[in-house]
């Protein structure tokens, strides 16, 4: 597996623990940014990381931003992507399961470096549920199939 991994200076204080739960359970990643602190726009990288799940150069991606939002605001404008804002255990295990999330996205500025890795980990833990949810994602694909040309 391959996840591109992507950030703006409000979600970086999550990216080393989040590196390092990746890099223990044995998966690539492609780091599209950013590298410091440095004040930077979300939509920049949001757009690397979701165009990189979208064209399938990578399997899933993981953004970070103050709190998630404009980052996942951002990465959802790219056809094929449900990018998801995740704030605790229950979230990490629907977007997966139901919503079949292939981007997460969380917040710099509302969980520790710790939450945020244990949220990645329960999200790749959880299998997509499929069944009716599969038919909601079908009806979302529609949507997009309609309104991106």
Known sequence: MKIAMGCDHGGIV????????????????????????ESVDYPDYALKVAESVASGEC???????????????????????????????????MIAEHNCANIIALGGRIMSPETAAKLVGIWLDTPFGGGRHKNRIDKISAIEDKYFK
Not at 14 to 37: H, S
Not at 77 to 82: A, F, L, P, S
């Open 14 to 37: 999550l990216k080393p623990a989040i590196v390092a739960e990746l890099q223990k359970r044995g998966i690539e990643i492609a780091d599209k940014g950013c590298f410091d602190g």
């Open 59 to 93: 399997d899933k991606g993981v953004l970070m931003c103050g709190t998630g939002i404009g980052i996942s605001i951002a990465a959802n404008k790219v056809k094929g992507i449900r990018a998801a804002v995740c704030h605790d255990e229950f979230t990490a295990q």
